[in-house]
């Protein structure tokens, strides 16, 4: 039955990387694929329709909530100019610098990591951002790398990335935020690394281009001035209340959507601007929010007693325990986590994180430093993923360029988080 | 974005050197919320600082290629090794737009060529030397003001006006590249007839 399981396991990644199927799809089937080869019964207790499908799909609310607030405190971020000042500031403060300039952006970026992922976190950072370090001489692949890295150094204090891996591993949010701390140095000395050494190995390029220039009248959000002061400090606020002051994630959300409407907006429009941003967020979180369904209910499938009882010897034949081996062996398997494959923690790889916490292989604690660590090479490297995509477009390149210049830098970032999972949790 | 999708208007000659400075700041990310007059000072500021630079030598090493007109770029200077890319086909079809547009007074016989020299010429004395700091001095823009404490500013795109001067007077052009530059992304527009990949097309696919 183990390996029957893991035969559709395949074809569902296999669906995947072919794109034959969403991921969203394919997670689905692939939940009421094993939960009637497992033998659940159609309904009642440890069922298809009403324990993989009704609790599923509800499981992961919380982090669905923290999605959509914090896509909503990014619409805000660039519906105020907030985002674009930023990227402004730092041209002008390093523009001569093509180091200090992307330094900057990799900043911004990271503290809208800290708010958003995806595709809308890299617009917010690259709308402005690759442009303006193309224009001081960056070149694009680094320039689109830089971005990706940048959020990257954000993802360790997302807040609904803490509340999804909280949710999925049914672990306290302080543990996840513990060890988000301890990953966050590795994101960070491997990012600053990237923009240093690769604008060295690369230095600057400055092109003759026949982009032409128009005389069109600049789009209202073009026509943004620069936000005050203050209002920059928007970003941090959810950090500063969720790491320092350790409040609650949403809370600490709604707390940075509404410091960035207050020092933004005048009391008059107010309401229109809040309900405005809020249906915008709805329209910039539906991709992960279907994702997130999608997961609740695969992982529901692989905790079925059926599940479980099935896969148990098989994982444990095959999953290393001593911590050198856990450490060279899931660094090893750091690819499998890119083009949609089974490492993935949005896809199959939650499932797979499900099923080594329910049939006790690894401590749960140990099975989130696993996923975590993956996570911060599928945000950079994976040239399947939006935020990829959409950076290595908008710079004008491939995203298989951009893989192929991060990837080193992540594969050591997992491995960093891997060695400490290995050192504090095995 | 593409030519296509430009105001370009029907004799693009009619608009003068400083207009076409103007838009490329403009264009540049960072000021799109700035004001045009500002934006004329400066590009006066870059032009006039691009004309007065002294004769600069192209030490780089000079690599002639095609496939410019497909990546959009008629020449490319890298710092790391220092060399300037010139790409063939899009120079050959710089010269029958010339021709094409009786702008041979202005441009002379292989002077594209020579001014795309002199251009990527101006962006390696820029990297490597002090001029770069006096640019910025010339165009007076301050990022930061604290008393009599002022933090000078980079003005993105300004180092790409004062190229171009400069190339337009060592080459002794009749008008600026940059009025070259707008005809040639019309043309090659029209000749490629791709409409411009969206980037953010694939931003709301899953995550």
Same mark, same amino acid.
């Given at each position: 039955?183990?390996v029957?399981?893991?035969?559709?396991?395949?074809?569902?990644?296999?669906a995947? $990387?072919?794109?034959?199927?969403?991921?969203?799809?394919?997670?689905?089937?692939?939940?009421?694929?094993?939960?009637?080869?497992?033998?659940?019964?159609?309904?009642?207790?440890?069922?298809?329709?009403?324990?993989v499908?009704?609790?599923? @799909?509800?499981?992961?609310?919380?982090?669905?909530?923290a999605?959509v607030?914090?896509?909503?405190l990014?619409r805000?971020?660039?519906?105020?100019?907030i985002a674009?000042?930023?990227?402004r500031?730092?041209?002008?403060f390093?523009?001569?610098?093509?180091?200090?300039?992307?330094?900057?952006v990799?900043?911004?970026?990271?503290?809208?990591?800290t708010?958003?992922?995806s595709?809308?976190?890299?617009?917010?950072?690259?709308?402005?951002?690759?442009?303006?370090?193309?224009? #001081?001489?960056?070149p694009?692949v680094?320039?689109?790398?830089?971005?990706?890295?940048?959020?990257?150094?954000?993802?360790?204090?997302?807040?609904?990335v803490?509340?999804?891996f909280?949710?999925?591993?049914?672990?306290?949010?302080?543990?996840?935020?513990?060890?988000?701390?301890?990953?966050?140095?590795f994101?960070?000395?491997?990012?600053?690394?990237?923009?240093?050494?690769?604008?060295?190995?690369?230095?600057?390029?400055?092109a003759w281009?026949?982009?032409?220039?128009?005389a069109?009248?600049?789009?209202?959000?073009?026509?943004?001035g620069?936000?005050?002061?203050?209002? *920059?400090?928007?970003?941090?606020?959810?950090?500063? $209340?969720a *790491?320092?002051?350790? #409040?609650?994630?949403?809370?600490?959300? *709604?707390?940075?959507?509404?410091?960035?409407?207050?020092?933004?907006t005048?009391?008059g429009?107010?309401?229109?601007?809040?309900?405005?941003t809020?249906y915008?967020?709805?329209?910039v979180?539906?991709?992960?929010?279907?994702?997130?369904?999608?997961?609740?209910?695969?992982?529901?499938?692989v905790?079925l007693?059926?599940? #479980?009882e099935?896969?148990e010897? *098989?994982?444990?034949?095959?999953?290393?325990?001593?911590?050198v081996?856990?450490? %060279?062996?899931?660094?090893?398997l750091?690819? $499998?986590c890119?083009?949609?494959g089974p490492?993935?923690?949005?896809?199959?790889?939650?499932g797979?994180?499900?099923?080594?916490?329910?049939?006790?292989?690894?401590?749960?604690?140990?099975?989130l430093?696993?996923?975590?660590?993956?996570?911060?090479?599928?945000g950079?490297?994976?040239?399947?993923?939006t935020?990829?995509?959409w950076?290595?477009?908008?710079?004008?390149?491939?995203p298989?360029?951009?893989?192929?210049r991060?990837?080193p830098?992540?594969? %050591?970032v997992?491995?960093?988080?891997?060695?400490v999972t290995?050192?504090?949790?095995? | 974005?593409?030519a296509?999708?430009?105001?370009?208007?029907?004799?693009?000659?009619?608009v003068?050197?400083?207009?076409w400075?103007?838009?490329?700041?403009?264009?540049t990310?960072?000021?799109?919320?700035r004001?045009?007059?500002? $934006?004329?000072?400066w @590009?006066?500021?870059?032009?006039?600082?691009?004309?007065a630079?002294?004769?600069?030598?192209?030490?780089?090493?000079?690599?002639?290629?095609?496939g410019?007109?497909e990546?959009g770029?008629?020449?490319?200077?890298t710092?790391?090794p220092?060399?300037?890319?010139?790409?063939?086909?899009?120079?050959?079809?710089?010269?029958?737009?010339?021709?094409?547009?009786?702008w041979?007074?202005?441009?002379?016989?292989g002077?594209?060529? %020579?001014a795309?020299?002199?251009?990527e010429?101006?962006?390696?004395?820029?990297?490597?030397?002090?001029a770069?700091?006096?640019?910025k001095h010339?165009?007076?823009?301050?990022?930061?003001?604290l008393?009599r404490?002022?933090?000078?500013?980079?003005?993105a795109g300004?180092?790409?006006?004062?190229?171009?001067?400069?190339?337009?007077t060592?080459?002794?052009?009749g008008?600026?590249?940059?009025?070259l530059?707008?005809?040639?992304?019309?043309?090659a527009?029209?000749?490629?007839?791709?409409?411009?990949?969206?980037p953010?097309?694939?931003?709301?696919?899953?995550?």
């Amino acid at each position: 039955m183990g390996v029957v399981i893991l035969l559709v396991m395949a074809a569902g990644v296999a669906a995947m $990387l072919t794109r034959k199927l969403p991921t969203a799809f394919a997670l689905v089937l692939l939940a009421l694929a094993i939960a009637l080869v497992s033998g659940a019964p159609l309904t009642g207790e440890n069922s298809v329709l009403d324990t993989v499908l009704q609790e599923g @799909a509800g499981a992961l609310a919380a982090t669905m909530v923290a999605i959509v607030l914090g896509s909503w405190l990014g619409r805000l971020l660039d519906e105020t100019g907030i985002a674009g000042t930023l990227v402004r500031k730092i041209v002008e403060f390093g523009g001569d610098r093509p180091t200090v300039v992307a330094l900057g952006v990799l900043a911004v970026s990271a503290l809208v990591g800290t708010v958003t992922g995806s595709a809308p976190a890299a617009m917010l950072a690259g709308i402005i951002g690759i442009p303006a370090m193309v224009a #001081v001489g960056v070149p694009k692949v680094t320039a689109a790398g830089t971005v990706l890295m940048g959020i990257a150094v954000g993802v360790p204090f997302e807040l609904p990335v803490w509340q999804f891996f909280s949710t999925a591993l049914d672990l306290p949010v302080g543990t996840v935020r513990g060890f988000m701390v301890k990953l966050f140095p590795f994101a960070l000395v491997a990012a600053v690394a990237y923009v240093v050494i690769e604008n060295r190995r690369r230095g600057t390029e400055h092109a003759w281009s026949l982009k032409p220039v128009t005389a069109r009248p600049a789009s209202r959000r073009e026509r943004l001035g620069d936000t005050p002061w203050y209002a *920059l400090l928007a970003p941090v606020v959810p950090l500063v $209340l969720a *790491l320092g002051l350790e #409040v609650a994630i949403i809370p600490s959300l *709604l707390a940075g959507v509404l410091y960035a409407l207050v020092t933004t907006t005048r009391p008059g429009e107010m309401n229109k601007r809040l309900l405005r941003t809020l249906y915008g967020g709805f329209e910039v979180a539906a991709p992960p929010l279907a994702l997130f369904i999608a997961i609740g209910i695969l992982l529901a499938a692989v905790k079925l007693p059926g599940a #479980v009882e099935a896969l148990e010897p *098989l994982m444990k034949a095959v999953s290393p325990h001593h911590p050198v081996l856990f450490v %060279a062996v899931f660094t090893l398997l750091v690819p $499998l986590c890119l083009y949609r494959g089974p490492l993935n923690v949005f896809g199959l790889g939650a499932g797979i994180a499900g099923v080594l916490i329910a049939t006790g292989i690894y401590p749960a604690v140990a099975v989130l430093g696993m996923a975590t660590s993956y996570n911060q090479v599928f945000g950079v490297a994976d040239p399947t993923s939006t935020q990829t995509v959409w950076s290595a477009q908008y710079a004008g390149v491939g995203p298989q360029q951009v893989m192929v210049r991060t990837l080193p830098y992540v594969w %050591a970032v997992a491995c960093g988080g891997l060695c400490v999972t290995a050192a504090l949790y095995l | 974005m593409t030519a296509a999708h430009t105001n370009a208007p029907a004799d693009p000659a009619a608009v003068d050197d400083i207009e076409w400075a103007v838009r490329l700041l403009a264009a540049t990310p960072t000021h799109e919320h700035r004001d045009p007059e500002l $934006l004329r000072r400066w @590009a006066r500021a870059a032009d006039a600082f691009g004309a007065a630079l002294p004769p600069v030598e192209c030490t780089a090493r000079i690599v002639e290629r095609d496939g410019g007109l497909e990546r959009g770029l008629l020449a490319r200077y890298t710092s790391r090794p220092p060399t300037v890319e010139l790409y063939a086909d899009t120079v050959a079809l710089a010269e029958e737009v010339v021709d094409a547009r009786g702008w041979r007074a202005w441009f002379p016989p292989g002077s594209v060529r %020579a001014a795309a020299l002199a251009h990527e010429a101006v962006h390696a004395h820029l990297h490597h030397g002090r001029a770069r700091a006096a640019l910025k001095h010339a165009l007076g823009h301050s990022a930061l003001r604290l008393g009599r404490l002022r933090v000078p500013g980079h003005v993105a795109g300004a180092e790409e006006v004062a190229a171009h001067a400069y190339a337009r007077t060592v080459c002794g052009l009749g008008r600026s590249p940059l009025l070259l530059t707008a005809a040639l992304a019309a043309e090659a527009d029209a000749r490629s007839h791709r409409p411009a990949p969206s980037p953010a097309r694939d931003a709301r696919r899953e995550n």
